[in-house]
Nanobody
């Protein structure tokens, strides 16, 4: 089992940047694919990015070229660097281990982008 804690959310102006962190527990953290998802009020949860255990990455279309996912297995942490933020990026951001399998989720962190 993996426990995840997100941090780094906050309020930022459009065009600004934030870096989210997802800290995990357990010695098997490095074996999991870790993804970021987001959910805005009244909308379905949306895939943002994923870092597979082998290091490959994938991104949702709406964030390609602006967001970068990375991981530091020594620190059991996955990061989401968010640049050129837009008001439509406002949402609660969640990280998840093995999101389409066992699906361990964090509690989420709020990101608000003002125009």
């Amino acid at each position: 089992q993996v426990q995840l804690v997100e941090s780094g959310g906050g309020l930022v102006q459009a065009g600004g940047s934030l870096r989210l962190s997802c800290a995990g527990s357990g010695r098997t953290f490095s074996t999991y694919a870790i993804g970021w998802f987001r959910q805005a009020p009244g909308k379905e949860r949306e895939f943002v990015a994923i870092n597979w255990s082998g290091g490959h990455t994938s991104y949702g279309e709406s964030v390609k070229g602006r967001f970068t996912i990375s991981r530091d297995n020594a620190k059991n942490t996955v990061y989401l660097q968010m640049n050129s933020l837009k008001p439509e990026d406002t949402a609660v951001y969640y990280c998840a281990a093995d999101p389409w399998g066992r699906a361990y989720w964090g509690q989420g962190t709020q990101v608000t982008v003002s125009s």
